[in-house]
């Protein structure tokens, strides 16, 4: 074992002190920055149905509630 390098993740081998994602990045030189527009947190209550139907349909649809609700109320903005 003295040849082997051991790390706080009990990983050992040649590469045991590289990050696990070392490995698997590549950098191609076009990749772009994801969500650079900072969220801003929103609490509000919601009626306990329309919460449940929103989480439902959120799964349905293999998408998010804060995507639904921010398509919402653009919407909802745009008529108005």
Do not use: C
Not at 42 to 71: G, Y
């Amino acid at each position: 074992m003295s040849e082997l390098k051991k790390n706080k993740y009990n990983r050992t081998g040649p590469g045991a002190n590289q990050s696990v994602f070392g490995s698997l990045v590549t950098d191609t030189g076009i990749q772009e920055d994801v969500n650079t527009v900072k969220k801003k947190k929103a609490t509000f209550e919601m009626d306990p149905n329309l919460h449940r139907e929103l989480r439902r349909f959120a799964v349905e649809h293999d998408t998010t509630m804060v995507t639904i609700v921010e398509k919402a109320l653009k919407e909802y903005f745009r008529q108005r």
